[in-house]
């Protein structure tokens, strides 16, 4: 790429702001040496790392290196027989257990998602057990451990040992000749433990002399009773030391051994952390994945300056179909400079696999190199001018475009835009970007100047954005093929740029505007208009009859957008409404339904009440006309019930069992003619809870009598369950979607005995996903259900966690 263009685009700064998210020094080394590429595919690599990396951000906010270092430097020394101090080796410590963790971190993540993060994790070397050696070594502090071995273990307890006697000796000296001394302390001077003794009292202490104050007034004396101890102290000291250094110097040699593969795994964390630091940067810009293509096509949607501050009004630029030269003009300070700029960084940054500050969907060229010429660069000491500086830069530039063109050009003049995007595609890849192009001398030869360099440009179909205030530009840009005019707006009425960048329309100087709205005399803008010319006259109010009629399709887009959005939410209202009265249509059908089938359990629980008194009372022969043609009654309103057995008369054994029932007690059930076992009554003692074989059922008390023990177990072997012929059909399917909890149980329990009696091997429940409430107490029901062998969700074409199957005991 061309240097002097990506510091002109003010690359470097951006790559300062993402070194900025790296965590350690390596990673900021790849960050500053990062180069846009020019090939599509490791384009298109780079900024899928940038996407799987933000990715994980996503799932693992803190995700990073942690305290790695970059230990190339001690690795490359102990790698020469070199020996690491403690706090080095602390540094490479962090660095292997960061290895680890990452490794780990990257191990876990889904191959599909992650494939490139994975692999790089995968490449990692971990060296555990060289990790477990620094960690017996040494401390977090840098301290040199007892456990480092056993001989510095001894060492330092034999130190300890000699340091307590030595220093209860000097105590006792202290005390003995405290008159004698400056301070009642024990200090320290080479080394050697000395007491301060007083000049005048030297004497009384018999050792040698170590040291004296400025002043003279204090001499530090070691006490010749504690010279051996010194001694016997200093040379365990030293042989410590010299162990320690042993120590250091074995375990550097270890580390010398590891040296290429610890080095892999710093340059990896770098990488790994470069990645991060990408995405990191991203999300402070907003920043998104561009599309990238080699056929130079570029179109960004709300485009912002990644440096800029403050509030950024975002353009929308594009190029490269029918078109690959864009003419940018409008009045100064209105943001031509800034929109080129903006397409050539965020092009080098797309290259670079940076995430670009543009909305989704949007498309980015990848070039062979960049060129830019952008501002006022007068060189004194070259004794240039404006238009010298900026004609040395643009010859610089022409020159690399012509060593990129090695074969010959057609002729494009009078040619379809079909073929010059064909034609274009056939032709290296170089982005140019010209900033005041013809600037800085004569108006007249300035502008033919910029003429034939944009029709160089353009017959060698390179793509080119320029900026220009020359109107002979415009009529260039508007009349040639392949080559577009672009504007900045400005507003008359603030007399200030609107920074909105418009491709297809050239822009107005505005000068005339705005002299006659800052009040100039209207005679000299008149006058101003005849100087001006009919040509130039036409072509001011051609602009600007092309940019009212613009202000007003946008208006109209503007206005059709916002009764589109209101009848969309109109839309989304009627549906919701739609959805809800839907809703209450299938709740009332519910409620009706459920009120139906508790009515039809009354009527049954009726007949059934009925028919039990038909065989337990002796009933006149008019008053049993009238129970039939009850019953006919609510037969007419019922299914079908099983015929209940005809009164018998009772044992003087049955008459004996008369009397209270209690909990326990064997029944028979009269309507079914089956034994089963009391398990609870209700606080009336209206109803029964019983145990009727795998069945347990609520029944009324008036349709079970109590039996004895031995004939409830010879009636149980004898009797079987009533004929599955005579049973109601039941359906196999419940539908209680929008029913109350309480309902819903009620029900549920009646339709799995209903449901057991039929034979019925399996049932869905219909209970819908809603908030879940009614599925989590249907399956809590199900779950200690004596009926119920197992149940699960219904598979996702029929219904998903919406049903539950039941399959039912045998």
Avoid: C
């Avoid at 989704?360 to 010429?373: I, K, L, N, P, T």
């Avoid at 029709?455 to 577009?484: C, D, I, M, N, Q």
């Amino acid at each position: 790429m061309h240097q002097k263009s990506l510091t002109t685009l003010e690359y470097p700064k951006i790559l300062a702001k993402v070194a900025g998210e790296a965590a350690f020094s390596a990673s900021k080394e790849i960050v500053t040496a990062l180069e846009p590429t020019p090939n599509l595919e490791e384009a298109r690599q780079r900024q899928a790392y940038t996407g799987e990396a933000s990715h994980l951000l996503d799932l693992h906010p803190d995700a990073g290196v942690r305290g790695a270092h970059d230990i190339r430097p001690q690795l490359v020394r102990a790698a020469r027989d070199g020996v690491l101090s403690p706090a080095e080796l602390v540094d490479i410590l962090s660095t292997l257990r960061s290895s680890s963790y990452v490794a780990r971190l990257l191990e876990r993540l889904d191959a599909e998602n992650f494939p490139l993060l994975r692999s790089l994790g995968s490449d990692i070397p971990l060296r555990p057990r060289l990790a477990q050696r620094i960690e017996e070594t040494v401390s977090e502090d840098g301290e040199v451990l007892d456990t480092a071995s056993p001989t510095l273990r001894k060492l330092r307890f034999d130190i300890r040992g000699a340091n307590a006697r030595l220093q209860d000796r000097l105590r006792t000296l202290v005390s003995e000749f405290g008159h004698a001394l400056q301070d009642q302390l024990i200090t320290m001077r080479n080394d050697r433990y000395v007491l301060p003794v007083r000049s005048e009292n030297r004497s009384q202490v018999r050792g040698i002399v170590h040291d004296q104050s400025a002043s003279g007034a204090t001499v530090f004396i070691e006490p010749m009773v504690v010279v051996e101890l010194n001694n016997k102290l200093r040379q365990l000291q030293i042989e410590e030391r010299q162990e320690v250094e042993r120590i250091l110097r074995v375990l550097s040699a270890e580390i010398g051994t590891e040296a290429e593969a610890l080095k892999v795994a710093v340059e990896l964390l770098a990488e790994f952390d470069f990645h991060l630091a990408k995405a990191r940067y991203a999300r402070l810009t907003r920043s998104s994945a561009p599309r990238l293509n080699n056929q130079g096509l570029i179109n960004l949607h709300n485009a912002r300056h990644p440096l800029l501050t403050g509030k950024v009004v975002p353009i929308n630029f594009h190029m490269g179909h029918d078109f690959h030269v864009v003419v940018v003009t409008g009045p100064n300070t209105g943001g031509k400079t800034v929109a080129l700029k903006t397409v050539g960084l965020l092009t080098l940054m797309a290259q670079a696999g940076l995430y670009v500050p543009v909305d989704e969907g949007s498309e980015v060229a990848v070039f062979e190199d960049v060129f830019a010429d952008i501002g006022d660069e007068q060189s004194i000491e070259q004794s240039l001018s404006t238009f010298s500086s900026h004609l040395s830069r643009i010859i610089e530039i022409l020159r690399a475009v012509e060593e990129g063109q090695r074969h010959a050009t057609p002729d494009i003049r009078g040619a379809r835009s079909d073929e010059l995007v064909q034609a274009q595609q056939q032709h290296a890849r170089l982005l140019v970007l010209l900033d005041e192009l013809g600037a800085g001398t004569d108006p007249s030869e300035g502008s033919a100047l910029a003429r034939a360099i944009l029709t160089y440009l353009l017959e060698r179909h390179v793509s080119t954005v320029a900026t220009t205030h020359y109107s002979e530009l415009k009529a260039f840009a508007h009349e040639l093929p392949g080559v577009v005019n672009a504007s900045v707006e400005f507003d008359i009425e603030t007399l200030s740029p609107t920074y909105r960048l418009s491709i297809g329309l050239p822009g107005r100087s505005n000068a005339l505007a705005i002299a006659n709205r800052l009040g100039l005399d209207q005679g000299i803008i008149e006058r101003s208009r005849e100087f001006l010319g009919s040509a130039g006259v036409r072509m001011e109010n051609l602009l600007e009859g092309l940019q009212s009629e613009r202000k007003a399709l946008s208006d109209e887009r503007y206005h059709l957008s916002l009764e589109h959005a209101e009848a969309e939410h109109q839309r989304k209202q009627l549906e919701e409404e739609r959805y809800k009265l839907e809703e209450e249509r299938v709740r009332i059908l519910n409620e009706a339904r459920a009120q139906a089938r508790r009515e039809l359990e009354s009527v049954q629980s009726q007949l059934g009440r009925i028919k039990v008194q038909v065989q337990r009372s002796g009933l006149t022969h008019e008053q049993l006309g009238n129970m039939r043609q009850k019953v006919r009654q609510l037969d007419e309103k019922i299914v079908t019930v099983p015929q209940p057995q005809r009164p018998r008369q009772k044992t003087p054994e049955a008459e004996r069992l008369e009397g209270p029932l209690q909990v326990g007690d064997s029944v028979r059930v009269l309507n079914f003619n089956q034994v089963a076992t009391l398990l609870n009554l209700s606080a009336d003692r209206s109803e029964a809870e019983v145990q009727m074989g795998a069945l347990r059922m609520r029944v009324n008390v008036d349709n079970i009598e109590r039996i004895s023990k031995r004939k409830a177990a010879v009636e149980e072997r004898a009797v079987s369950i009533p004929r599955l012929a005579d049973r109601p059909a039941v359906d196999t399917q419940l539908d209680m979607r929008g029913w109350r909890v309480e309902d819903a149980l009620e029900e549920l329990e009646t339709y799995l005995n209903d449901a057991t009696l039929s034979g019925l091997s399996a049932v869905r429940i219909v209970h819908g996903k809603g908030t879940g409430a009614l599925r989590q107490a249907v399956r809590e029901h199900l779950s200690h259900h004596p009926l119920v062998k197992s149940y699960t969700s219904a598979p996702p074409k029929e219904g998903g966690d919406g049903v539950t199957v039941v399959k039912l005991s045998a």
